[in-house]
């Protein structure tokens, strides 16, 4: 299997949809690709926090920082902060409500 066909099954393996013979394929790859292997650590990473937080409400305008960091919790494993202590750090940069 190329670096492309795996592209498209990673979601696929993610959610257990793959037939036995093309699971062993794919992860067959991935136990030999570095490229594809953190291709699919970095989507596992993003669903998982994606499902763990899909009820947080998110407010316009965060500061492109944030952002940037956010997005390189999601995607960098050697980053030393998570997702949701990005999100819960930039909460403190917001004025109270009211």
């Given at each position: 299997m190329t670096c492309d066909q795996i592209d498209e099954l990673l979601s696929d393996l993610l959610d257990d949809e793959l037939?036995?013979?093309?699971?062993a394929g794919v992860e067959a790859h991935l136990a030999s690709c570095a490229?594809?292997?953190g291709g699919y650590r970095a989507l596992r990473r993003t669903v998982r926090f994606v499902r763990?937080?899909?009820n947080t409400q998110f407010t316009a305008g965060t500061a492109g920082d944030d952002y940037r960091n956010f997005t390189r919790a999601?995607?960098?494993d050697?980053?030393?902060r998570t997702p949701i202590q990005v999100l819960v750090e930039s909460l403190g940069d917001l004025p109270p409500p009211g």
């Open positions: 037939a036995d013979g093309v699971r490229r594809c292997e763990a937080h899909a999601i995607v960098d050697e980053y030393d």
